[in-house]
């Protein structure tokens, strides 16, 4: 029966240097665990801070002192780089570019997905095993492999109409709705395994009684597995989403006219005629930066559901 | 199923297939037939073009040899601190309460383009201690300040004079530069894939081991990597196949020069700047041969799948 | 359900910001053609900050007289964009490189509208414009493309006042390479790097370096070696070539010689940058050669230098001079098009920069007085009385070979012993 408290008699009787050991333990069990963890996530940060810090400073101050002597000067910040940026650079042309660029890539690479996905889930038809493999397999294609003859697809395809508006040609190079469709095609096999999977999952019961009272494949579609399939569709859209905004070389190969450059693409001239005026270069790929980190915080849940499914995007 | 006529499926596949086989089927074919051809794609020229690949002839221009090299400098440096760096963080973040935040920390890189990751870099890597971060710790530590991007000496060279100072090309200072950029973007992806993995692992088991009298150590490679070896595979997996297309960290950051060339950077180079199609298509298919034993791997991994489902 | 209405809020939100950004475009963007009125001229070019404000600056009358715009990219990856463009079927109207390469190239294959399908543009040209620029601009009898901007490479920059007070002399045109290095190392006796130079380019990294070479090989060895070498009848691996890379990597690879620290740093230093030190307080240099855009740069970074007292220049030892200039070229003859090229070509128009500064025109009807201070007269001078002129060696060739011998230098700064292997890889890429 004194087996029953021993412990508990024994903590509170300990005397008051047995519990201080037993912190110095505690700390020096754990304390390199949490140093090396809060020193890797630091480290991780500084160059990220390096870039917001100098976005906001003068470009003297830049060219003439670390960016860590902000310390020493603390309000000595400016927005002129970002004012420069947006109005002299065509920064804020090159934002809405990308948005124009991006969000239809990702509706429209959903809808089309999200079509076969449910013909691969929830129809039969002879070979659909083989015909599913061989989408996915086209995940690993590199984009280096399609670009020459797509280029010269849309160059004999070139319609020479100006969009009204948007601006740009109707199709072809130098066209939105040309990425537009590009960029669907490419996100396609890695959104159809996505979704096809998701849909797999639904339980059976839900379409058995479906069928059973008669309604249409359609109707199926859009009343019953789309709304249930918000958190993939969810994560599709986002990982979508950030990998049309930040792609580079698409757009530096389809995208000729540079009233429609993306930001990605303007940074990049940027680079190559700005090489070292880094108050330009900073407050640009902060500009380019800013939705992503916004998109990342707010739905950081989606965005690691689409990762761990991206764990086999190419 | 009623209604459901032999060709619906095929409907709904419809717009899918003729987008991929667009946009994908066919450039491969196209492609494959180009690296054939001349820089104009109008005459035959057999294997010339895979023979200019192997034979290097004009290494100032474009160095096939070097593109190559980096390539399996990237595929086997990159993928490996990757992912030993993403498992670490992986198994230490899932002991502190603020596992969140952390994973977070690390994962930021992954949000950003690769364009705006290559501007962080290059204001990092500058060669003038007053704006690069890099140089300025080296300095403030007593060493020299090195141009990491520019430097083709070996890779202990900035730290210590021992050792030779050059080292047989791809082992140079610029391309573990470029390297340490993707591992820094990457390593997230990584982290977040394993910590995935890691929750899957029964508390029991470890608990089992840790009263058998197994230390941390043992446990982590006892224990932790076995299980993990098929999230372990897929990450790897990912990673090389990045390594293998990576063309916007590079191409922002150096543009190819001084000998930091991937292939990807050079089929852009061949194709678009010096104006030969053939050479550029050749490329593309090496790139494509190399990718091909991850597509079947990655195929029969799906095919286990579909018989478990 | 919670997270479905979160995600479709979402998708509103995205939306409605695209929907606002059509709008933001179609009350700034705009653009188009109509009949006969003109538009806006889409220019693809290689300037950048300082210089791309004065090119503004040139094209702003245009703009008020004509209601048209003008949409510039810079880059100087200029090649790169130019040929992915013009592959893609989508060439900008105007392009306004440095190199004549691609220029030919692009004329030969018909792809450029001639100067005479704008009218009153090709007379101009010929009446306006020296002989030698005429004939750059010319391929297979038919004139494309005319000279804006022209820069005498033929100037080493210095701080006078630095020179005076300690009782250096400047050379003169007379002077020969070796009183150069007979200068340089006086001043590194006195305790200061004589040189400072920079390589670092973007993709262009390398062309400082071929600008020394190229000058160096024309005052060594004369006007037929030169020319031999752009046409390819004395290769790169020619003992006179050698030579001047040879002496190239004298002044850049000595020690103490450069104040970036040798090869690594030169390499890693911006041009743009590399043209301060010598005019810094105090100087931590004393010369730096580039051509005469550099004086911009100078001013930019120092509003307070006076020119000809706190910086000049004096002619490259020998006395030959070599120079670069931007080639104008069209691929089509829209009346947008045709409008801006004669707006370009006259001298009104590039009197404007002239003003600015760091400029120098090849019209002749821009006389000499037009210049601001004495430093761009002084420029502008030496082109214009140069008895030996020659255009920039890799601008003239072009293409491949102007690549690898841009990666050559840099490559022969960090491996001097390589330069047998270098120069053969260079001629064999032409």
């Given at each position: 029966?004194?087996?029953?408290?021993?412990?508990?008699?024994?903590?509170?009787?300990?005397?008051?240097?047995?519990?201080?050991?037993?912190?110095?333990?505690?700390?020096?069990?754990?304390?390199?665990?949490?140093?090396?963890?809060?020193?890797?996530?630091?480290?991780?940060?500084?160059?990220?801070?390096?870039?917001?810090?100098?976005?906001?400073?003068?470009?003297?101050?830049?060219?003439?002192?670390?960016?860590?002597?902000?310390?020493?000067?603390?309000?000595?910040?400016?927005?002129?780089?970002?004012?420069?940026?947006?109005?002299?650079?065509?920064?804020?042309?090159?934002?809405?570019?990308?948005?124009?660029?991006?969000?239809?890539?990702?509706?429209?690479?959903?809808?089309?997905?999200?079509?076969?996905?449910?013909?691969?889930?929830?129809?039969?038809?002879?070979?659909?095993?083989?015909?599913?493999?061989?989408?996915?397999?086209?995940?690993?294609?590199?984009?280096?492999?399609?670009?020459?003859?797509?280029?010269?697809?849309?160059?004999?395809?070139?319609?020479?109409?100006?969009?009204?508006?948007?601006?740009?040609?109707?199709?072809?190079?130098?066209?939105?709705?040309?990425?537009?469709?590009?960029?669907?095609?490419?996100?396609?096999?890695?959104?159809?395994?996505?979704?096809?999977?998701?849909?797999?999952?639904?339980?059976?019961?839900?379409?058995?009684?479906?069928?059973?009272?008669?309604?249409?494949?359609?109707?199926?579609?859009?009343?019953?597995?789309?709304?249930?399939?918000?958190?993939?569709?969810?994560?599709?859209?986002?990982?979508?989403?950030?990998?049309?905004?930040?792609?580079?070389?698409?757009?530096?190969?389809?995208?000729?006219?540079?009233?429609?450059?993306?930001?990605?693409?303007?940074?990049?001239?940027?680079?190559?005629?700005?090489?070292?005026?880094?108050?330009?270069?900073?407050?640009?790929?902060?500009?380019?930066?800013?939705?992503?980190?916004?998109?990342?915080?707010?739905?950081?849940?989606?965005?690691?559901?689409?990762?761990?499914?991206?764990?086999?995007?190419? | 199923?009623?209604?459901?006529?032999?060709?619906?499926?095929?409907?709904?596949?419809?717009?899918?297939?003729?987008?991929?086989?667009?946009?994908?089927?066919?450039?491969?074919?196209?492609?494959?037939?180009?690296?054939?051809?001349?820089?104009?794609?109008?005459?035959?020229?057999?294997?010339?073009?895979?023979?200019?690949?192997?034979?290097?002839?004009?290494?100032?221009?474009?160095?096939?040899?070097?593109?190559?090299?980096?390539?399996?400098?990237?595929?086997?440096?990159?993928?490996?601190?990757?992912?030993?760096?993403?498992?670490?963080?992986?198994?230490?973040?899932?002991?502190?309460?603020?596992?969140?935040?952390?994973?977070?920390?690390?994962?930021?890189?992954?949000?950003?383009?690769?364009?705006?990751?290559?501007?962080?870099?290059?204001?990092?890597?500058?060669?003038?201690?007053?704006?690069?971060?890099?140089?300025?710790?080296?300095?403030?530590?007593?060493?020299?300040?090195?141009?990491?991007?520019?430097?083709?000496?070996?890779?202990?060279?900035?730290?210590?004079?021992?050792?030779?100072?050059?080292?047989?090309?791809?082992?140079?200072?610029?391309?573990?530069?470029?390297?340490?950029?993707?591992?820094?973007?990457?390593?997230?992806?990584?982290?977040?894939?394993?910590?995935?993995?890691?929750?899957?692992?029964?508390?029991?088991?470890?608990?089992?081991?840790?009263?058998?009298?197994?230390?941390?150590?043992?446990?982590?490679?006892?224990?932790?990597?076995?299980?993990?070896?098929?999230?372990?595979?897929?990450?790897?997996?990912?990673?090389?196949?990045?390594?293998?297309?990576?063309?916007?960290?590079?191409?922002?950051?150096?543009?190819?020069?001084?000998?930091?060339?991937?292939?990807?950077?050079?089929?852009?180079?061949?194709?678009?700047?010096?104006?030969?199609?053939?050479?550029?298509?050749?490329?593309?298919?090496?790139?494509?041969?190399?990718?091909?034993?991850?597509?079947?791997?990655?195929?029969?991994?799906?095919?286990?799948?579909?018989?478990?489902? | 359900?919670?997270?479905?209405?979160?995600?479709?809020?979402?998708?509103?939100?995205?939306?409605?910001?695209?929907?606002?950004?059509?709008?933001?475009?179609?009350?700034?963007?705009?653009?188009?053609?109509?009949?006969?009125?003109?538009?806006?001229?889409?220019?693809?070019?290689?300037?950048?900050?300082?210089?791309?404000?004065?090119?503004?600056?040139?094209?702003?009358?245009?703009?008020?007289?004509?209601?048209?715009?003008?949409?510039?990219?810079?880059?100087?990856?200029?090649?790169?964009?130019?040929?992915?463009?013009?592959?893609?079927?989508?060439?900008?109207?105007?392009?306004?490189?440095?190199?004549?390469?691609?220029?030919?190239?692009?004329?030969?294959?018909?792809?450029?509208?001639?100067?005479?399908?704008?009218?009153?543009?090709?007379?101009?040209?010929?009446?306006?414009?020296?002989?030698?620029?005429?004939?750059?601009?010319?391929?297979?009898?038919?004139?494309?493309?005319?000279?804006?901007?022209?820069?005498?490479?033929?100037?080493i920059?210095y701080?006078?006042?630095f020179f005076?007070?300690n009782?250096y002399?400047?050379?003169?045109?007379?002077?020969?390479?070796?009183?150069l290095i007979t200068l340089s190392d006086d001043i590194l006796d006195g305790g200061l790097p004589p040189w400072s130079m920079?390589?670092?380019?973007?993709?262009?990294?390398?062309?400082?370096?071929?600008?020394?070479?190229?000058?160096?090989?024309?005052?060594?060895?004369?006007?037929?070696?030169?020319?031999?070498?752009?046409?390819?009848?004395?290769?790169?691996?020619?003992?006179?070539?050698?030579?001047?890379?040879?002496?190239?990597?004298?002044i850049?690879?000595t020690?103490g010689y450069t104040v970036?620290?040798?090869?690594?740093?030169?390499?890693?230093?911006?041009?743009?940058?590399?043209?301060?030190p010598p005019?810094?307080?105090?100087p931590t240099a004393a010369m730096v050669y580039?051509?005469?855009?550099?004086?911009?740069?100078?001013?930019?970074?120092?509003?307070?230098?006076?020119?000809?007292?706190?910086?000049?220049?004096?002619?490259?030892?020998?006395?030959?001079?070599?120079?670069?200039?931007?080639?104008?070229?069209?691929?089509?003859?829209?009346?947008?098009?045709?409008?801006?090229?004669?707006?370009?070509?006259?001298?009104?128009?590039?009197?404007?920069?002239?003003?600015?500064?760091?400029?120098?025109?090849?019209?002749?009807?821009?006389?000499?007085?037009?210049?601001?201070?004495?430093?761009?007269?002084?420029?502008?001078?030496?082109?214009?009385?140069?008895?030996?002129?020659?255009?920039?060696?890799?601008?003239?060739?072009?293409?491949?070979?102007?690549?690898?011998?841009?990666?050559?230098?840099?490559?022969?700064?960090?491996?001097?012993?390589?330069?047998?292997?270098?120069?053969?890889?260079?001629?064999?890429?032409?």
């Open positions: 029966m004194a087996k029953r408290n021993p412990s508990t008699a024994a903590v509170a009787a300990a005397p008051r240097a047995l519990r201080l050991t037993e912190g110095l333990k505690w700390i020096a069990a754990r304390g390199p665990l949490h140093l090396s963890i809060l020193a890797l996530m630091v480290l991780w940060s500084v160059p990220t801070l390096a870039l917001l810090v100098s976005s906001f400073r003068d470009p003297s101050a830049i060219a003439s002192s670390g960016w860590w002597n902000v310390i020493k000067e603390p309000f000595d910040f400016t927005v002129q780089n970002y004012r420069s940026v947006l109005e002299k650079q065509g920064m804020a042309r090159a934002f809405f570019n990308s948005l124009i660029i991006t969000v239809p890539s990702t509706t429209l690479v959903i809808l089309v997905a999200a079509w076969a996905a449910y013909a691969f889930a929830w129809m039969r038809f002879p070979a659909r095993n083989l015909v599913f493999l061989l989408m996915v397999a086209l995940l690993v294609v590199p984009l280096q492999m399609t670009l020459i003859p797509v280029l010269r697809l849309y160059s004999n395809l070139t319609v020479n109409a100006e969009v009204p508006i948007l601006g740009g040609r109707i199709f072809g190079t130098s066209s939105f709705v040309g990425i537009w469709v590009a960029h669907t095609a490419y996100g396609l096999p890695f959104a159809v395994y996505l979704l096809r999977n998701f849909f797999g999952s639904l339980p059976r019961d839900l379409f058995e009684s479906a069928y059973l009272d008669g309604a249409s494949d359609l109707r199926v579609f859009f009343r019953i597995v789309l709304p249930l399939s918000m958190p993939a569709i969810a994560a599709l859209a986002i990982f979508q989403f950030l990998w049309v905004w930040n792609d580079l070389l698409v757009a530096l190969i389809l995208l000729g006219d540079p009233s429609l450059a993306p930001m990605t693409l303007k940074i990049n001239n940027l680079v190559s005629s700005f090489g070292t005026n880094y108050q330009v270069l900073t407050s640009a790929a902060f500009i380019s930066m800013a939705l992503p980190l916004v998109i990342f915080f707010a739905l950081q849940r989606y965005f690691v559901q689409g990762l761990l499914a991206g764990a086999v995007k190419g | 199923m009623v209604g459901r006529r032999w060709w619906t499926p095929w409907l709904w596949l419809a717009p899918s297939l003729a987008l991929l086989g667009v946009f994908l089927v066919y450039p491969v074919v196209d492609t494959l037939r180009r690296s054939f051809l001349d820089r104009r794609s109008q005459s035959f020229v057999g294997f010339d073009n895979y023979k200019f690949i192997i034979d290097n002839p004009q290494p100032l221009v474009s160095d096939t040899h070097s593109a190559l090299l980096n390539n399996v400098m990237w595929l086997t440096l990159f993928t490996a601190v990757t992912v030993s760096l993403g498992l670490i963080l992986a198994v230490l973040a899932g002991r502190v309460r603020y596992e969140a935040v952390a994973k977070s920390a690390i994962f930021i890189p992954m949000a950003i383009s690769f364009v705006a990751a290559s501007v962080i870099w290059r204001f990092m890597y500058e060669y003038n201690v007053h704006i690069g971060t890099v140089n300025a710790v080296v300095t403030e530590l007593g060493g020299h300040p090195t141009a990491w991007l520019q430097n083709t000496g070996a890779p202990q060279t900035p730290f210590t004079d021992l050792g030779p100072s050059t080292a047989p090309q791809p082992i140079q200072v610029n391309n573990f530069a470029l390297i340490l950029s993707g591992v820094w973007i990457w390593t997230g992806f990584a982290m977040v894939v394993l910590s995935a993995g890691l929750k899957g692992i029964s508390n029991e088991v470890l608990e089992a081991a840790r009263v058998d009298g197994a230390n941390e150590w043992q446990i982590f490679w006892r224990i932790i990597v076995p299980i993990l070896s098929p999230t372990i595979v897929v990450v790897a997996t990912t990673l090389v196949i990045q390594a293998l297309k990576k063309f916007d960290l590079v191409w922002v950051m150096t543009g190819g020069r001084f000998k930091t060339d991937v292939v990807a950077t050079l089929f852009y180079k061949e194709a678009f700047v010096i104006g030969d199609f053939g050479v550029g298509a050749a490329l593309a298919v090496v790139l494509l041969l190399w990718v091909l034993p991850i597509m079947l791997i990655s195929i029969r991994r799906f095919q286990f799948q579909e018989e478990t489902r | 359900m919670f997270r479905s209405k979160r995600s479709r809020l979402l998708l509103i939100l995205f939306t409605m910001s695209a929907f606002a950004g059509v709008a933001f475009v179609a009350c700034g963007g705009g653009g188009e053609e109509e009949e006969g009125k003109i538009g806006t001229v889409d220019v693809l070019g290689i300037w950048g900050d300082e210089e791309l404000v004065s090119f503004q600056a040139m094209v702003a009358p245009w703009e008020t007289d004509t209601g048209g715009h003008m949409d510039f990219t810079g880059t100087r990856d200029i090649t790169a964009v130019l040929t992915t463009r013009v592959e893609g079927g989508n060439p900008p109207d105007v392009a306004i490189p440095a190199e004549v390469g691609r220029f030919q190239q692009f004329a030969k294959e018909g792809k450029l509208t001639p100067l005479s399908a704008c009218s009153g543009l090709e007379k101009t040209i010929k009446d306006n414009y020296p002989q030698g620029f005429i004939d750059l601009g010319t391929v297979d009898g038919t004139l494309y493309g005319f000279f804006m901007k022209a820069d005498t490479k033929g100037t920059w701080n006078p006042k005076t007070d009782g002399e400047p050379l003169t045109a007379a002077s020969s390479f070796d009183d920079g390589m670092e380019s973007g993709e262009a990294s390398g062309w400082p370096g071929t600008d020394w070479i190229q000058q160096i090989l024309l005052n060594e060895s004369g006007t037929a070696v030169y020319d031999g070498v752009i046409d390819g009848t004395v290769p790169f691996t020619d003992s006179r070539v050698k030579d001047a890379w040879g002496k190239f990597g004298e850049a690879l020690p970036q620290g040798g090869a690594e740093g030169i390499n890693a230093t911006n041009f743009v940058d590399s043209s301060y005019f810094q307080t105090p580039l051509g005469g855009f550099a004086a911009s740069f100078i001013t930019t970074q120092f509003p307070s230098a006076v020119a000809g007292e706190d910086f000049d220049f004096f002619p490259f030892p020998g006395g030959a001079v070599t120079g670069g200039a931007n080639i104008v070229y069209a691929f089509n003859a829209d009346p947008t098009t045709c409008s801006f090229l004669s707006w370009l070509a006259s001298a009104e128009a590039q009197r404007i920069w002239v003003d600015r500064g760091g400029f120098t025109s090849v019209n002749a009807q821009v006389s000499l007085d037009s210049y601001p201070d004495s430093v761009s007269r002084g420029e502008a001078e030496q082109l214009a009385t140069a008895e030996v002129f020659r255009f920039d060696l890799d601008d003239a060739i072009g293409g491949a070979l102007q690549q690898a011998f841009f990666q050559g230098v840099t490559q022969y700064l960090a491996k001097p012993g390589d330069l047998d292997t270098i120069l053969s890889n260079i001629e064999d890429s032409r």
